[in-house]
């Protein structure tokens, strides 16, 4: 007799479960009941039963919430784009790649190796004495970011008032000009890794001769897997040899 009322006690905790009403799942099982009942008195006996267990010990409907997760939560203030979000409170392994995406609908900074080899998830972090850098989101947790000022790949265009783009960021544009991508996943990672370069230049000018290898040093870490290297060092040589204060004559 145990066996019928724990199978009933465990059908209807499913049912709730998973959302069903129960009464329709006891209703029915009384159904089957019945219908056996007119064959087997034995098992219609069996069928009260299994009714019973349902109607009265149901209290099996004690379904008992248990969380799957506990996250410790941290929290996240940052300044995005010119833009303060947060605080908010997120779980303390979060990846910044993922409060990008998941929380503030960023959707730019790529996600490739996901390991810290590829840098296509970088952001620029802009420091207090005025400098900037790279740093890669996939690797770093959400809650490093807090109390800083970031630019993601969302940030390097002029927009107007309704949002949209009137006018991109030199380096954007001579990417587009040299037709520097081909799938553009690992772009975003470029962009701001050349803007970071530039911005470097302006405040510590370098030697024509020293032109090349600079750019290279500071688009090494980049993958891209369409293989774009050539134009990608060519679109940012035109930037760095056209714009004005970034090179001097002499080392
Ligand atoms: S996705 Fe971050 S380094 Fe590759
Ligand atoms: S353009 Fe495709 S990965 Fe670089």
Redesign the pocket.
């Known amino acids: 007799m145990t066996a019928p009322i724990q199978t009933s006690a465990n059908a209807a905790s499913g049912a709730v479960a998973s959302g069903k009403a129960f009464g329709a799942s006891a209703a029915s099982a009384t159904a089957g009941a019945s219908g056996a009942a007119a064959a087997n008195p034995a098992s219609a006996a069996s069928g009260a039963a299994v009714s019973a267990g349902v109607s009265a010990s149901a209290p099996a409907a004690a379904v008992v919430e248990r969380p799957l997760t506990h996250f410790r939560t941290l929290p996240v203030s940052v300044k995005v784009n010119g833009e303060i979000v947060g605080p908010t409170d997120v779980p303390a392994g979060l990846m910044m790649i993922d409060f990008l995406h998941e929380y503030l609908h960023l959707t730019g900074s790529r996600l490739g190796c996901g390991q810290g080899i590829c840098h296509a998830c970088v952001v620029i972090v802009d420091k207090p004495d005025g400098t900037s850098e790279e740093v890669r989101t996939c690797i770093t947790g959400a809650n490093f970011f807090h109390g800083k000022t970031i630019r993601t790949i969302e940030g390097h265009a002029k927009r107007n008032e309704a949002g949209e783009v009137v006018e991109l960021s030199p380096i954007q544009q001579k990417f587009l000009e040299h037709f520097s991508?081909?799938?553009?996943?690992?772009?975003p990672g470029f962009v701001n890794a050349a803007t970071v370069l530039i911005e470097r230049l302006k405040r510590q000018p370098i030697g024509k001769d020293q032109v090349e290898q600079t750019i290279t040093e500071a688009l090494n870490d980049h993958i891209?897997?369409?293989t774009?290297y050539v134009r990608y060092y060519e679109a940012v040589k035109e930037v760095v040899m056209t714009t004005p204060g970034l090179v001097k004559e002499a080392a």
Request: hydrophobic share 10%; glycine share 18%.
């Open positions: 991508f081909q799938c553009g996943y690992c772009t891209c897997r369409c774009g």
